[in-house]
């Protein structure tokens, strides 16, 4: 009987719920209950991704970055359409004293410059957008890649993106935010990458 006791006893401390040590202290049983069941249970935290994004600097930098691009495309393609519409116009001045033959030339050829300008300004954006699209490649391998090691010093089971526009998460307690934890180590990283980055060829 007391050898099957012992099995019994053996069998609930391994999985981490009982103590069987009757003769014990019962307060050391309490305590060293409590520890296991603190090392077993994972918490639950979520990151506020409108926040993260708002405080990560890499997305501000990205932000403006892409802001700028876009604008210096937009005048590029404001200064060669206005240089089409002044071909345009000069030709249009000087229709009266052309041949048909000239005018039906300089037809073909404002078309197809149209159709150049066309082409090129979806090449332009096309490219824009594939750039963009791989910085926010990068953006979110370098939240993944962080909430990787931040939980692998806190052993999380989940860390949830939680958006107040809506979503899956009807509700989210604040004691489980871990935002700011994960926007500052975020930035602390970034920052060190850009000391450590080659300054860009002066122009």
Not at 7 to 13: D, S
Not at 30 to 37: F, G, I, V
Not at 154 to 170: D, P, Q, S
Request: proline share 1%.
């Amino acid at each position: 009987m007391k050898k099957l006791s012992l099995i019994v006893c053996g069998g609930l401390l391994a999985i981490g719920t009982l103590s069987c040590d009757k003769a014990g202290n019962k307060s050391t049983a309490t305590a060293s209950t409590a520890t296991t069941k603190t090392e077993v249970v994972k918490k639950t935290v979520y990151v506020n991704t409108d926040s993260l994004l708002a405080g990560y600097q890499f997305y501000k930098d990205a932000q403006k970055e892409f802001e700028n691009k876009g604008y210096r495309l937009q005048v590029d393609l404001g200064q060669r359409e206005k240089a089409l519409q002044g071909e345009l116009g000069a030709i249009q001045q000087r229709a009266q004293t052309m041949t048909q033959a000239e005018l039906q030339g300089a037809d073909m050829m404002l078309k197809k410059k149209g159709a150049e300008l066309q082409q090129y300004s979806q090449q332009r954006q096309q490219a824009l957008a594939g750039e963009q699209a791989k910085k926010m490649q990068e953006l979110y391998a370098n939240i993944r890649e962080y909430v990787k090691k931040h939980n692998a010093e806190n052993n999380f089971e989940f860390v949830l993106g939680y958006t107040t526009a809506g979503g899956g998460i009807l509700f989210a307690d604040e004691s489980a935010d871990r935002t700011k934890q994960i926007v500052d180590g975020l930035n602390a990283e970034y920052a060190e990458k850009k000391k450590s980055a080659p300054a860009p060829a002066k122009k």
